[in-house]
C-alpha cells in the first residue's frame, strides 16, 4: 500500500468550532501530520457545544478533529510565539479562523512565519475576508448566506425564507473552499520553494456559487422569485412530494426519458407532454403528482420506482441514511468506539481511509510534538510550569 497522499505534510492548525476543523480533519484524513493548537484556557469552544460528552468532550468536538494531534499553547507570551514559530519553520501549512488582525496582534501572521519559513501556505479563514468593509463584522452562517443572496431563494415562496440544516457558508467556504486553495497553493510551493498567503472568505465562496440565482438574474432582469425557478421548486418534475405517512419522496426527472418513465410508473401517461411547463402554469401538474404520491406511504413508492431509471428517491432521516446500502457499499459509514463516523468522501486508488486516532484531550501530544522539534525534557518542563503549554 502506499503512502497517503498528503504524508509528510505537516499542518499547524489554530481553527475552531466548524469550518476550519472539519477542513483539516480532511487534510489529516488524507495524511497530513495535523496538529491542533489550542489556548491554555477553553480551547476549541467545540469542545462542550451541544453539551460535553463523555470525558468532557462533545460528539460535535469528536466528530471533526479525528485523525490529529493536540498540542496546548498560550500565544500571549512570548515563550507561546516562540514555540508556535520553532514548529512553523517545519510546517508545511498553517490554517486560522481569528477575525482580521489577530494574528499579528500575536505575532504569529503570515509575514512573520515566512520570515523564517518562506515555503509556508498560510490560510486564513474568515467570515468576510481581510478587507473591504465587513471585514471585521461578527457572523454566522446565517449572515454569510444573507449577504450572498441564498438565503433569500431558500423555502417556499409565500413565506419567510427557511433557515437551513446544512451549514452551506461553513462548509463550502470555510472547509471545501479553504481545502482548494491550501491544496493549490502546496503543489505551487512544492513547484517553486515559495508559499502563499490564502484569504478565504466564506461570503465569497457562497455568492461565487450562487449560479442559479445568477442566471436567473441575466434571463430575467430581475432576482427571481423564491421558490419560483426551475431547481427551486417551479418545476413539477423537479420536486418533492409528500406521502401518506408524512415523509417525502424526491423528484428529479428533469430529463425526458426520466419524465416519461415516470410518468407510466405512476399511471398518469397522459403528462408526458407536461414535462416542461414551469410556474403557474405547471401547478395542475404538481397537483396531480402531490395527489399521487398522497395515496400510498414512501415505503410503498420507495419499493415500486426502486428500479426505475427516473431520478426518483425517498427523503432519508440521517438514522436511515447511516444505514442505507449505497453509503454502506461505499464505504462511507464507520465506527469509532461504537459510534457512527463520515468517511473521507474521496476515494483514492492505493489507499484505505481509517481512523487512526481519536479527537485528542486538550494538550495530549504537547510533549511529543515539541520533543520533535527539539525540545528537552527539562525545556518542555518549563514551558508547563510557565504556563505557556
Not at 117 to 134: D, E, F, L, S
Request: charged residues 20%.
Amino acid at each position: 500500500m502506499r503512502e497517503k497522499p498528503l504524508h509528510g505534510i505537516r499542518v499547524l492548525d489554530l481553527t475552531r468550532l466548524l469550518p476550519g476543523p472539519l477542513a483539516t480533519m480532511h487534510l489529516a484524513d488524507m495524511g497530513a501530520d495535523v496538529i491542533k493548537i489550542e489556548d491554555t484556557g477553553a480551547g476549541d469552544y467545540a469542545r462542550t457545544l451541544m453539551g460535553a460528552g463523555s470525558g468532557g468532550m462533545s460528539e460535535y468536538f469528536r466528530v471533526l478533529n479525528r485523525n490529529k494531534r493536540g498540542l496546548r499553547l498560550d500565544l500571549k507570551q512570548a515563550g507561546g510565539r516562540e514555540v508556535f514559530l520553532r514548529l512553523a519553520k517545519r510546517a508545511d501549512i498553517i490554517v486560522e479562523g481569528f477575525r482580521p488582525g489577530v494574528v499579528k496582534k500575536l505575532g504569529v501572521d503570515y509575514d512573520a512565519v515566512a520570515a523564517v519559513n518562506p515555503r509556508i501556505v498560510y490560510c486564513a479563514i474568515t467570515g468576510y475576508g481581510q478587507n473591504g468593509p465587513y471585514a471585521m463584522r461578527a457572523g454566522h452562517d446565517i449572515n454569510y448566506i444573507g449577504y450572498a443572496g441564498v438565503l433569500d431563494q431558500i423555502g417556499p415562496g409565500d413565506g419567510q425564507p427557511v433557515v437551513p440544516n446544512f451549514q452551506i457558508a461553513d462548509l463550502l467556504g470555510g472547509t471545501l473552499t479553504a481545502v482548494m486553495g491550501i491544496l493549490a497553493a502546496l503543489v505551487d510551493a512544492r513547484a517553486h520553494g515559495q508559499g502563499r498567503y490564502v484569504d478565504v472568505a466564506m461570503t465569497d465562496a457562497v455568492l461565487a456559487h450562487a449560479v442559479v440565482p445568477l442566471v436567473a438574474l441575466l434571463e430575467q432582469g430581475h432576482p427571481p422569485a423564491r421558490a419560483s425557478q426551475r431547481l427551486s421548486g417551479g418545476l413539477p418534475c423537479y420536486n418533492v412530494y409528500a406521502t401518506s405517512d408524512g415523509r417525502t419522496m424526491a423528484v428529479g426527472a428533469l430529463e425526458p426519458k426520466f419524465w416519461h418513465a415516470l410518468c407510466d410508473a405512476l399511471g398518469c401517461p397522459e403528462l408526458k407532454s407536461q414535462h416542461t411547463v414551469f410556474g403557474s402554469h405547471g401547478m395542475p401538474v404538481k397537483q396531480r403528482l402531490a395527489a399521487i404520491f398522497a395515496s400510498q406511504t414512501q415505503s410503498h413508492w420507495t419499493q415500486k420506482l426502486a428500479h426505475l431509471d427516473a431520478c426518483v428517491s425517498p427523503a432519508l432521516t440521517i438514522e436511515e441514511a447511516l444505514a442505507d446500502e449505497q453509503f454502506r457499499a461505499r464505504g462511507m459509514v464507520v465506527e469509532e468506539n461504537g459510534a457512527p463516523r463520515f468517511a473521507l468522501p474521496v476515494k483514492f486508488s492505493d489507499f484505505e481511509f481509517a481512523i487512526e486516532r481519536s479527537a485528542p484531550q486538550p494538550g495530549e501530544h504537547s510533549a511529543e510534538v515539541l520533543r520533535e522539534a527539539g525540545y528537552g525534557d527539562a525545556e518542555i518542563e518549563s514551558l508547563r510550569a510557565g504556563g505557556i503549554i
